[in-house]
T-cell receptor
Framework: GQQVMQIPQYQHVQEGEDFTTYCNSSTTLSNIQWYKQRPGGHPVFLIQLVKSGEVKKQKRLTFQFGEAKKNSSLHITATQTTDVGTYFCAGTTSGTYKYIFGTGTRLKVLA | GAGVSQSPRYKVAKRGQDVALRCDPISGHVSLFWYQQALGQGPEFLTYFQNEAQLDKSGLPSDRFFAERPEGSVSTLKIQRTQQEDSAVYLC??????????????FGPGTRLTVL
């Protein structure tokens, strides 16, 4: 069945360093969403990408959707302690209602 | 306005008991999703409703799991004869329209189910 993998599984960075997580789907996606989940919390929507090759920025966060719509990345510039949490990508395929979540990347930021 | 709410927040059940988990989506939201999240894992899709219609239940793990949304607002996820492997956080999410590919999902706080 459809799988969405994320790497790395864990990342520890010093505050101020950059961070990138990669999301790879076994099938072509209609769209991809990114969520952040703080420890003990619930997923919170960050952004959605729909077009092939799309790039979106939110302050220090940059999101990309691959040309083949099978992969995506989230890059955080100059991490802060408030960036701590697990980042999930989630995608759906054409004609379905089902979102497949990635395995997640847990980010720890050391002050 | 109010976000998605879920109740109870925590539920402890003995193996074999039936449980019912409630989700109150954001008022007026058409789409409602249920997910199961095991510790350290990503949310796994269980089922999807568009108003009162259950359009996808492909993620329900067994016939012990049943979901309903009879009036197109509140939804209930019922698990019969709970097993230890059912222990997880059950998340509910709602979206404004039925255009699933174009709407963000608003998640509730989840119900943590522990089966002893």
């Amino acid at each position: 069945g459809q799988q969405v993998m994320q790497i790395p599984q864990y990342q520890h960075v010093q505050e101020g360093e950059d961070f990138t997580t990669y999301c790879n789907s076994s099938t072509t996606l209609s769209n991809i969403q990114w969520y952040k989940q703080r420890p003990g919390g619930h997923p919170v929507f960050l952004i959605q990408l729909v077009k092939s090759g799309e790039v979106k920025k939110q302050k220090r966060l940059t999101f990309q959707f691959g040309e083949a719509k099978k992969n995506s990345s989230l890059h955080i510039t100059a991490t802060q302690t408030t960036d701590v949490g697990t980042y999930f990508c989630a995608g759906t395929t054409s004609g379905t209602y089902k979102y497949i979540f990635g395995t997640g990347t847990r980010l720890k930021v050391l002050a | 306005g109010a976000g998605v709410s879920q109740s109870p927040r925590y539920k402890v059940a003995k193996r074999g008991q039936d449980v019912a988990l409630r989700c109150d989506p954001i008022s007026g939201h058409v789409s409602l999703f249920w997910y199961q999240q095991a510790l350290g894992q990503g949310p796994e899709f269980l089922t999807y409703f568009q108003n009162e219609a259950q359009l996808d239940k492909s993620g329900l793990p067994s016939d012990r799991f049943f979901a309903e949304r009879p009036e197109g607002s509140v939804s209930t996820l019922k698990i019969q004869r709970t097993q230890q492997e059912d222990s997880a956080v059950y998340l509910c999410a709602s979206s404004p329209t039925g255009a699933v590919s174009y709407n963000e999902q608003f998640f509730g706080p989840g119900t943590r189910l522990t089966v002893l």
